[in-house]
């Protein structure tokens, strides 16, 4: 049996040696890549007599402290690490060794994806390319020479400014890259092959020029233009929005097909998954658009939270991922529409976040351990985590946020810090006490809001009582209650609001609660008639509401926030599919409200469509005891076709109105109106309708967008399977050569509720155009059955034994992508006895594997633990 370590947090010591400067030469040659590496090493605790250096998975030649050769008897070598005898405040080692890009199947440290030698270092690639302290408070200037062949390698890349290059002997040249800035080796980025490029500058707000460029295969050029736009976009918004500008003189960023995750953001050279690169109208849907405004922000803010200021050590994570997150999450707010991003960036929490934080994973936004610090790149650590600093910035308002994080960059600027730092800078500038806000990064799972309310017609007021239930965690302990700011609204029946007065509790910015204790009673006086209650508005704080007075229709109709109004008509989509499936007619109120807002004529349309959506599949599940997917679907299909028969001719009539073919523009209203359009052709296309089927098929043909394309083509496989063949054959010989494309084909096909999509996954597996070993197309047909609860949770078992199986076959080579497939398993504990008995047979083919990764080991065991 292998050993499964864990790592705590209160183990933490600062390293008792640093590196400051480390000079790396790297000669890549066709089968292996030799690196020299010189370091001057620093002792910081004088008691430190040993040096131990991280190094795995390559060829040690030779090593030398100050000058002097050391042989084996004079160093402890393990596997994954090196210890050197080392008694004095400074040295300089020098190490040869020899790595294998083109065996390294893990796709961390240096690696060749498509011919492209690239790395991967976060969070502890670096330790595969040579030896070094491998751990993030350790910040180092590092200097790059790279020799490569020319003609293999015109292109060579690493960290920081270019300071020379050189034509060699042999075919050979070299480049010089030196970051004047200290870095944690995390940080460390090299890219080498032949790429195309696109360039362009940008003048910082002092007036200094950087010269950027976004590299990728030959002949996707004209496909980096959106992201290139999204770059500066994004550097001016963290000089206006922060008075951050960029620290040196070019920024670099180069696609590749073969990527663990989605982007990375190394100083000066980020490296990305190409799907958030490449785009064209073509090839890209809007949400790809706009995935990738995304991401091109999210990874170049983290120049500013992540790289100048970075974390301690990796339980620290939340304070450049949650961070960076909220500040990608705003400006993309700013770029498009902020309640079209709060209301998805909700979405996505919950369905994602808030599944995690309810079962056996659940970790706090700060853990206190890990085995594999792979498995908290997740969304507590991310979603969650930025929700903490959204409601932080609520309590504080946007001028005092702002001024925090001024005496943050002020402060920390050049260090490895944690969030405890952070914390510091926000209280420095909060009238309100934070300590016990502290608890949400301490604490594991969702708080829920009981919320009741009484009015009284004599003494004109209000009483709210809200009651904090905090679940146990996941060691089954007691958890304490929280302080959140909850901004509500007491309403008229014509809509307006009550002006706020209460002195039973604090009250910011005149519409928010802050909620200190288990139990609050909040008297509001002056309330003229009883009042409907609109509760979290905005989402203000990340928790579930549970309150039965709660008037849906109303607020559906009423609330002037718009989150309010998404999540009114949210939870009475909810309690009707749940009424039905508990056996009830549907009610008529439903339908009512449902059609009043199909027919609101002023509503932004990309509202529309967001309020329009049916609670998904995973929100439901996510509320049974014991999983049943089918009961789900069939009441959503029918619930759909009701609606469908119900307003059929506005529906048909809205479809008509909205299709344009030939627009594939990507402004927000062209966007708006494909999405509703998509929307509302997904609901008729539940009645199986012949005319409709053709109507959809004819979208799929002749919309020139992907996303209308993709969406008719989803539609077709779904509910039009006569039909789908045909678009499916003629989307491969479209796009079989571009393989982001078909990631969307394989992925259309495996999340298919048609019965028999394990066996055509399972056949798809031996497509030319899909190769396990890239993790773009495991996601797209692995991991995206693994996701469709129709075809995953089958009474068959099928699915269950069938993504066990890909699991271990992946593990051997990608432990990563491995562990990523293991979550499909989380909902164990609340599966039939039949189905247990299936997964459980599958959790536990996987934990009895010889060998396991303990990326895959450590999810396998905390979800067979809780169960
Ligand atoms: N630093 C991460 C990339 C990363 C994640 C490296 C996990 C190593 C392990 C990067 O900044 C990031 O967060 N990328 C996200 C996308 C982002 C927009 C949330 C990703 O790759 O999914
Ligand atoms: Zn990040």
Redesign the pocket.
């Known amino acids: 049996m292998q050993e499964h370590q864990t790592i705590y947090f209160k183990d933490y010591t600062p390293s008792p040696y640093t590196v400051d400067t480390c000079l790396l030469e790297f000669i890549i040659e066709e089968s292996s890549t030799r690196v020299e590496n010189i370091m001057e090493i620093r002792r910081q605790n004088c008691d430190a007599k040993e040096l131990r250096l991280d190094g795995e998975m390559f060829d040690l030649e030779l090593i030398w402290v100050d000058d002097v050769l050391l042989d084996e008897t004079m160093v402890r070598l393990e596997k994954n690490a090196i210890y050197i005898p080392l008694d004095r405040d400074y040295a300089r080692i020098r190490v040869i060794n020899r790595i294998y890009p083109d065996e390294n199947t893990a796709l961390e440290g240096l690696y060749r994806s498509g011919g492209i030698w690239c790395t991967?270092?976060?969070?502890e690639?670096f330790r595969r390319i040579t030896y070094f302290i491998d751990r993030p408070d350790v910040m180092t200037k590092f200097t790059t020479k790279i020799i490569a062949n020319r003609e293999k390698c015109p292109v060579l890349l690493s960290n920081g400014n270019l300071r020379g290059t050189a034509i060699l002997e042999n075919g050979k040249h070299l480049a010089l890259w030196e970051d004047p800035i200290p870095k944690p080796s995390?940080l460390f980025a090299l890219v080498a092959g032949d790429l195309g490029s696109i360039s362009d500058t940008y003048t910082t707000m002092s007036g200094k020029n950087i010269d950027l460029a976004i590299y990728c295969d030959h002949g996707n050029e004209d496909k980096c233009h959106h992201a290139m736009r999204s770059l500066k976009k994004s550097m001016e918004w963290d000089e206006y929005t922060y008075g951050r500008e960029y620290d040196l003189e070019v920024y670099n960023i180069v696609a590749v097909d073969s990527?663990?995750?989605?982007?990375?953001?190394n100083k000066g050279l980020n490296i990305f998954?190409s799907h958030?690169v490449l785009a064209n109208e073509e090839t890209a849907t809007d949400n790809d658009f706009m995935?990738i405004e995304?991401?091109i922000?999210?990874?170049y803010f983290?120049n500013w939270t992540?790289n100048r200021i970075t974390c301690r050590n990796w339980f620290e994570l939340t304070l450049?991922?949650g961070l960076?997150?909220f500040r990608?999450q705003c400006f993309s707010a700013d770029m498009n529409s902020p309640l079209t991003q709060r209301l998805d960036d909700v979405r996505a929490l919950r369905e994602r976040q808030f599944v995690e934080d309810a079962g056996p994973t659940a970790h706090p936004i700060k853990p206190d351990h890990y085995m594999e610090i792979?498995n908290f790149?997740t969304a507590t650590v991310?979603e969650k985590g930025a929700e903490v600093i959204r409601m932080m910035h609520t309590v504080l308002g946007t001028e005092r946020f702002r001024r925090a994080m001024d005496l943050y960059f002020d402060t920390f600027d050049g260090e490895a810090v944690g969030t405890e730092e952070f914390l510091w800078a926000m209280q420095s500038e909060s009238v309100i006490d934070l300590s016990q806000f502290k608890r949400w990064y301490s604490q594991e799972r969702t708080p829920t809001l009981n919320i009741s309310s009484e009015y009284s017609q004599d003494s004109l007021e209000l009483v709210l009582r809200i009651v904090q239930k905090i679940p146990k965690n996941t060691q089954n302990q007691e958890q304490l209650p929280y302080t959140l700011p909850l901004k509500i609204a007491l309403l008229s029946e014509s809509g307006e609001e009550f002006d706020l007065i209460t002195s039973d509790c604090i009250l910011l910015h005149g519409n928010t609660l802050w909620i200190t204790d288990e139990v609050s009673e909040v008297r509001f006086s002056a309330i003229s008639s009883a009042p409907k209650l609109s509760l979290n508005r905005h989402f203000s704080a990340p928790v579930i509401i549970e309150c039965e007075t709660i008037d849906y229709p109303f607020l559906m109709a009423h609330d002037s926030d718009g989150f309010v109004r998404y999540e009114a008509a949210n939870r009475f989509g909810i309690e009707t599919l749940e009424a039905m499936m508990a056996g009830s007619e549907v009610s008529e109120r439903y339908i009512e409200s449902y059609g009043a807002l199909l027919r609101d004529t002023s509503m932004d349309p990309m509202f529309k469509s967001q309020v329009l959506e049916f609670p998904s599949i995973t929100t439901l599940m996510q509320r049974q005891e014991m999983i049943d997917v089918p009961s789900i679907v069939n009441a959503q299909e029918k619930l759909k076709q009701i609606l469908a028969q119900r307003y059929f001719s506005e529906f048909k009539h809205t479809i008509e109105t909205l299709y344009a073919p030939s627009n594939t523009d990507i402004d927000g209203l062209s966007i708006a109106n494909r999405a509703l359009k998509n929307r509302l052709l997904g609901i008729l296309m539940s009645l199986g309708d012949v005319s409709i089927s053709r109507l959809c098929e004819s979208h799929y043909y002749e919309a020139l967008s992907m996303s209308d394309r993709l969406s008719a083509l989803e539609l077709l496989e779904n509910y039009a399977p006569e039909l789908a063949q045909g678009a499916l054959a003629d989307f491969y010989t479209r796009y079989s050569n571009q393989t982001l494309v078909m990631n969307k084909y394989f992925a259309v096909r495996a999340s298919s509720r048609r019965e028999g999509t394990l066996e055509r996954v399972i056949a798809l597996q031996e497509d030319f155009a899909y190769d396990v070993k890239v993790p773009n197309l495991v996601r797209s047909l692995i991991g995206s059955f693994a996701r469709n609860p129709v075809a995953f949770y089958d009474e068959s078992g099928e699915g269950f034994a069938f993504v066990a199986d890909k699991v271990i076959e992946i593990d051997a080579f990608n432990p990563?992508i491995a562990s990523g497939l293991v979550g499909a398993f989380k909902n164990y504990g609340r599966l039939s006895i039949p189905q247990k008995a299936q997964m459980g047979g599958a959790l536990e083919q996987i934990k009895n594997h010889p060998n396991l990764s303990n990326n895959v080991y450590e999810i396998v065991s905390k979800i067979l633990e809780v169960s």
């Open positions: 991967q270092n976060e969070p690639g995390y990527f663990n995750m989605g982007a990375m953001e998954n958030y995935g995304s991401v922000a999210h990874e983290h992540g450049k991922e960076t997150v990608d792979n790149y991310y990563q």
